[in-house]
């Protein structure tokens, strides 16, 4: 599915896209780019048990009676450089065959500025005026405006935005204001009720409840956030408003769908509150954000990766590579390594790992629970300053004919070179086990369960002495990940 924006009075912009499209929910085309990671608060004490309605269903009323004056509505307004005289291209679809028209002609014509608007939710969590929402929802706003609940409005400044996490704090001129209480996400429970409060569409201090569907999720928008995942009704202009637990507190910023038809369909992604309180900690002391890299390529551990790795159940992450110089290749850490732990703490699923990475400040160390050719070892690692974690996607993942299927011829010295890999072989041809993995011609072979590969030969000598499966470390484009493939 491909990035499409919402077409409304107010237009939204949808972000990256996989079953349908997952969209960010601010009202808000010319500022919008979504999205780190927790870093831990003390969560407050357990309140009493919800009420209960007499249906035996949460009784949420007093939850949105105390909580919806620190709710707010932000508008923006800016400009942006359109040709003039043509469509706006953000508004007509990539496959209309005028699109392609309209775009080369364009650049040829003068520019004019065009006001924009858009719309999004916040809250407040200091009474002299500190406010969250999303950074799509005001990243390049000219001016912000926050309305409270009592119909006031202030000119907010922007204190800090950070794209990485789709948090941005915001500060008004005001004092004595409510605010909301800071809850847990780490407590959040799947299944569990929640409820939350925003302007959808510009419908201001709006309530809706679901429950928790998932936790931990990781888009395919390279965000490393560890999303909640509820099937709360967010839809555009929700956006940067806040999501409670049934205790009135907040657990997460409601930022993404995921839809078809640029509205609610049942998936929303709230951003931890960990990560929020994390964000605006820092830029009120610092004015910016800074968070821990390993710089690694990671990917899942599916059940075939457990199998050829000889991993007990498929679990952690599996590192496809290593970049040059940075703390992780200091420390040691090789392709093929799968990262079980950090600090004590077990890495369940891929995501949770930059995660917790980006917790740690640069210059701390952090150790590693690491299996590597069948044993468990820890290796500690001096983190160094994030720029971007990459994370590689296991969906489109690319064998001599014989067992593994491949036809291969050895790289040129120039080849070599361009892919910055020592040995190597290039897939010319691929059937069999392979192409049923997915390998394709043009990918490089670097490694076979761990073993460089150095020329055809040994290629084939590998295989031949291979179980039933292979991981195979192939390099594609700019990117290199382990293909599981089962050879019979």
């Known amino acids: 599915m491909k990035r499409i924006p919402l077409k ?53 009323r007093s939850i949105v009676a105390s909580n919806a004056p620190a709710v707010v509505n932000i508008s923006v307004t800016g400009t942006r450089k359109t040709a003039a005289n043509l469509p706006d291209l953000q508004q007509m679809d990539p496959n209309d065959p005028f699109y392609r028209f309209f775009r080369h002609f364009r650049g040829q014509m003068p520019e004019s500025n065009q006001p924009l608007h858009g719309l999004g939710s916040g ?7 500190t406010l969250l929402t999303n950074a799509h929802v005001v990243d390049g706003a000219e001016e912000v405006t926050v309305k409270l609940s009592d119909k006031r409005e202030f000119k907010a400044k922007v204190l800090g935005l950070d794209k990485a996490s789709d948090v941005a704090v915001l500060k008004i001129d005001a004092k004595n204001l409510p605010t909301v209480k800071i809850g847990s996400s780490a407590q959040t429970q799947v299944g569990e009720w929640v409820l939350a409060i925003g302007s959808p569409y510009g419908f201001e201090s709006s309530a809706s409840a679901g429950i928790v569907s998932a936790k931990s999720r990781s888009l395919p928008d390279g965000s490393y956030v560890p999303f909640i995942q509820t099937d709360v009704a967010v839809n555009p202009g929700n956006s940067g408003g806040p999501l409670f637990n049934m ?42 954000v800074q968070r821990g890299k390993l710089g690694v390529t990671i990917q899942e551990v599916n059940q075939s ?10 679990a952690g992450a599996l590192v496809a590579a290593v970049e040059k110089g940075s703390p ?16 004590g703490k077990a890495i369940d699923n891929s995501g949770e790992l930059p995660a917790a990475v980006a917790t740690k400040r640069p210059g701390e160390a952090a150790s590693l629970q690491v299996w590597r050719k069948g044993e468990t070892r ?48 290039l897939v010319e041809q691929v059937g069999g086990a392979a192409g049923r993995a997915g390998i394709q011609p043009g990918d490089i072979i670097l490694s076979v369960n761990g073993q460089p590969i150095r020329d055809i030969e040994q290629l084939r000598g590998i295989i031949a002495k291979s179980g039933k499966k292979a991981a195979i470390l192939i390099e594609r484009g700019d990117s290199r990940i382990f293909v599981p493939v089962d050879l019979g």
């Open 305 to 314: 990766l457990a199998d050829s790795f000889g991993l007990a159940k498929p």
């Open 123 to 129: 809250f407040i969590v200091t009474p002299d005026g």
């Open 8 to 60: 409304m009075t107010v237009a939204a912009v949808a972000l990256a896209a996989a079953l349908g499209g997952a969209y960010s929910l601010g009202q808000n085309v010319p500022f919008a780019s979504a999205h780190a990671a927790p870093q831990p608060v003390v969560a407050l004490a357990p309140a009493t048990p919800p009420v209960l309605a007499p249906n035996g269903l949460p009784d949420m």
């Open 378 to 425: 820890n290796i500690e690692v001096k983190v160094g300053t994030f720029a971007e974690e990459k994370v590689a996607s296991a969906d489109n993942q690319p064998a001599d004919k014989g067992r593994l299927g491949v036809a291969v011829r050895p790289l040129t010295p120039d080849e070599q070179r361009q892919a910055e890999v020592k040995g190597g072989v």
């Open 247 to 288: 205790n009135g507190e907040v657990v997460g910023i409601n930022s993404q769908i995921y839809s078809r038809s640029g509205g609610y369909q049942g998936l929303s992604f709230a951003i931890p509150i960990e990560v929020a309180m994390n964000v605006e900690k820092q830029i009120v002391a610092h004015g910016k």
């Open 328 to 343: 992780a290749a200091k420390a040691g850490l090789e392709p093929g390594d799968v990262i079980l732990g950090i600090d």
